[in-house]
């Protein structure tokens, strides 16, 4: 990782917005279907989340409910405000496809932002996964070895340019798979 930072500054990346961290809320049915469809990587599929910001020296901003859906036509988001408190949430959210969800699992991390070629660079570490039903009364929780960089471009930025521009591997990550595999079915994360 300190040889991608530094190469972010040789190459004269910008800092966008200053670092903070995230907390996420993931949801799921209790077949952990979005789990499953995911690690498959099944079409369409989608991810339900709560997430707020903690940036540092201001105030936590106010949950917001998010939906990401994978489809043969692409990758969309949503996010709205939400008064809802995940560690609140009674009974359930309802879902059309995989009917009623409830939180699942919890994941932090500090995020970095950086700008390069008209590309967005997000940095994460200290990846934190924890079980929901301990996320309140437990400090126990699972760290990741593991630091993501997470490239977004215009649909219209050719792949090869990419490519160029960003001379890594390139590899999967779902932060909510891995936090599934680590609080609740108690599996060793694999490191790249």
């Given amino acids: ?63 917001r409910l998010e939906s990401k859906v994978s489809s043969v036509e692409g990758r969309f988001k949503t996010s709205s405000p939400s008064d809802v408190n995940p560690h ?23 995020r970095s932002y950086f700008a390069l070629a008209g590309v967005r660079i997000t940095v994460d570490r200290d990846i934190g996964y924890r079980s929901f039903s301990l996320s309140l009364r437990s400090p126990l929780s699972t760290t990741d070895p593991e630091i993501v960089v997470e490239l977004k471009a215009a649909h219209t930025l050719p792949a090869d340019l990419l490519q160029s521009l960003f001379p890594w591997d390139r590899t999967r990550f779902s932060k909510y798979c891995r936090a599934v595999e680590a609080t609740l079915f108690h599996a060793n994360l694999r490191t790249s």
């Fill in 88 to 110: 609140l949430l009674q009974g359930g959210f309802p879902d059309d496809r995989y009917g009623l969800c409830r939180p699942c699992v919890e994941v932090s991390y500090l």
């Fill in 1 to 63: 990782m300190p040889e991608f930072l530094e190469w972010l500054t040789e190459s004269e990346a910008v800092i966008v917005h200053p670092p903070r961290r995230v907390v996420s809320v993931y949801l799921d049915n209790d077949r952990l279907g979005m789990f499953h469809d995911s690690m498959e990587g099944v079409l369409p599929r989608k991810k339900l989340r709560f997430r707020r910001y903690e940036p540092r020296d201001k105030p936590t901003t106010s949950w």
